[in-house]
């Protein structure tokens, strides 16, 4: 037995001695350090898969179809079902002397509602940790066009909406491709527009928002980083609004005049 335990550990230092010596020959520059190789890799192109919400109409003229996880919109698709349009949609909330913001998906706690058994309408109600808002939101696609919609209702739980900035923030990927999605804002027929566009494939989004203020889409940014940007993000401030309706369409090879944002 003694000479068995003998023979085994002889073995396996022979096999520890050819692997070092293998891997400095095959391998001149170590592997070491924090970062993996070929970091940072690719560009994240889906959301999370634990979804709460899926939905799209109830006949095929409209061929949006959406997600939705941590109680905000995930991926839209369109045209196909298998083709995401967008990454993620969510609301951000302020204070009016700029000291904080929250994340819709991160500081709210989350209410999920399927309005209807016949309909894959949804409200989402999410309240604010911090319990100073609400942002209750119904969501559903036109049957007869190719539109999403929200129905969003804000409220401050404390002090008044003065107290408060709403924004929304949104990622496009239309044909799922971040990096061939350009946008910019524009107004046409008397309403503010957000556009997002992939030249490739002629495919346009566009958001518009109704609301009980005067102001629309008051003010906007996109971000990207160079012609080899990710994703392409959207943020709005929506100015002093408690109800709004924000509606998100889809076009295929279709000219909207561009105007820049500020």
Known sequence: MKKFNWLGIVFITIVVIIFT???????PVGLKGVEAFGHPGICPTWSPANLTVLGTA???????????????????????VDTPATVDWQFLVGDANHTWV???KRDTTHQVTLNNLHSLSWTITNTAKNRLDQIQKTIFTDPNRNTLIQQVTFTALKGTLRDFHLYTLYHPALDNQGRSTTGYSTTY??????VAKNSTQGHVSALVQEGSSRSVL????????????????F????????????????????????????
């Open 21 to 27: 010596l293998t891997h400095q020959i095959f391998f």
């Open 58 to 80: 109830a006949n095929p003229t409209s061929q949006v179809w959406f997600t939705g996880f941590d109680g905000i919109l995930g991926e839209v698709f369109y045209p196909e």
């Open 102 to 104: 929250d994340e819709e």
């Open 189 to 194: 027929n008397k309403q503010k527009k957000l």
């Open 218 to 233: 008051r003010r906007s940014r996109k971000k990207a980083e160079g012609k080899d940007a990710c994703t392409l993000s």
């Open 235 to 262: 943020l709005t401030f929506l100015n002093g609004l408690r109800r709004m309706t924000i509606y998100f369409g889809f076009l295929k090879a279709v000219k909207i005049p561009y105007e820049q944002s500020p």
